[in-house]
Structures are given as C-alpha cells and as structure tokens.
C-alpha cells in the first residue's frame, strides 16, 4: 500500500513550484493534479491494472514510444488515508513536432470532468514543451472521446487505413 499526506497537506505539495495544482470535480472532490515523476510510476501502474482489458490497451498505446520526449499528467485523491490514482494522460512524441496523447480515467471517475482538466494539463505542457500538433486514434463508436476532443478543439478525421477509427488533432 502507498502511504501519503494528507489532504490538508496538498496545498503545500509542490504547489509552490508550479509542479502540481488541486482541481475540484464537479461532485465537488478535490483532486490534485501534477506532472508525471518517478515516485508516481506506482500509482501510475495500479491505475491501470485495474483499467477494464480496452481501455488499458487504449491508454498504453500512447505510451508506447515513452523513450523519446513526451509528459504525461496524474490525477489522485486521498481515500481511506491513501493517496490513490485516478486518472492519467500522456503525450509521446512521434516527430520532432507531433504527439500522439492517452488519456485514461478510473471507471468510478468518468463523467466529472476529470478527463477534461487532465486534458488541459496535457496541453498546456505540450505548448510549453513546443510541441505543434496533439493526436489521438480512437473507435470511432467512442462518443465519450469524441465529446471530450471536440469540446477541447481537436478536428476530427476519419483515418485514410481504418473505417472504424477517428483521428482527432489539435493544433497548438
């Protein structure tokens, strides 16, 4: 089990340092969002094992050229007086430009919009980072992914080799 701070404690977590930042989700939960770093691998990890086998593959996919550059955000909360992950998105880079991004939400966490902060997270650090295009291949049967691209301003784009996906890209 993965001991933490306490809630009260957040504010103090990192925040100075404009490393993380406490959202609030629309039940009203508080959520501290930050940058991926080496002590949140475990997090990370049981996250997404207990993702269902799709979208496990969905999000790993965006982590497949995790060598090169990329970022990725954490979302966690305080339950039971431990830290737990509840969402996470990354970007890859996949030319000296171009991202492909993942984003992956705990089942009990969708519909909060939580996918949408960590979104906006992603972004913001894409652009600092001076990356010119975000991508995400998805089912085109995805209406949840669809929403969410379309409301953050990612073009959609039937992909030219596969009927059932969707290509969604948003230019910085």
């Given at each position: 089990m993965l001991a933490s701070k306490s809630p009260d404690d957040w504010h103090d977590w990192d925040y100075a340092r404009g490393k993380s930042r406490i959202d609030v989700l629309s039940n009203g939960?508080?959520?501290l969002i930050r940058h991926v770093a080496q002590a949140d691998r475990a997090y990370e990890c049981a996250l997404v094992r207990q993702?269902?086998?799709?979208?496990?593959?969905?999000?790993?996919?965006?982590q497949q050229h995790e060598a090169r550059k990329g970022q990725g955000c954490i979302a966690?909360?305080?339950?039971?007086?431990?830290?737990?992950?509840i969402g996470a998105?990354?970007?890859?880079?996949?030319?000296?430009?171009?991202?492909?991004?993942a984003l992956t939400v705990a089942a009990a966490w969708k519909r909060l919009g939580l996918g949408t902060i960590l979104m906006e997270h992603l972004i913001d650090a894409a652009r600092s980072n001076g990356v010119h295009l975000l991508y995400s291949?998805?089912?085109s049967s995805n209406a949840p992914l669809r929403d969410l691209a379309r409301c953050l301003?990612?073009?959609?784009?039937?992909?030219?080799?596969d009927p059932q996906q969707v290509i969604h890209r948003l230019y910085l």
């Amino acid at each position: 089990m993965l001991a933490s701070k306490s809630p009260d404690d957040w504010h103090d977590w990192d925040y100075a340092r404009g490393k993380s930042r406490i959202d609030v989700l629309s039940n009203g939960r508080a959520v501290l969002i930050r940058h991926v770093a080496q002590a949140d691998r475990a997090y990370e990890c049981a996250l997404v094992r207990q993702l269902a086998p799709a979208s496990r593959h969905g999000f790993l996919l965006g982590q497949q050229h995790e060598a090169r550059k990329g970022q990725g955000c954490i979302a966690l909360v305080h339950e039971n007086g431990r830290l737990s992950a509840i969402g996470a998105s990354r970007y890859a880079a996949m030319g000296q430009y171009q991202c492909e991004c993942a984003l992956t939400v705990a089942a009990a966490w969708k519909r909060l919009g939580l996918g949408t902060i960590l979104m906006e997270h992603l972004i913001d650090a894409a652009r600092s980072n001076g990356v010119h295009l975000l991508y995400s291949v998805g089912a085109s049967s995805n209406a949840p992914l669809r929403d969410l691209a379309r409301c953050l301003g990612f073009e959609a784009h039937d992909d030219p080799f596969d009927p059932q996906q969707v290509i969604h890209r948003l230019y910085l």
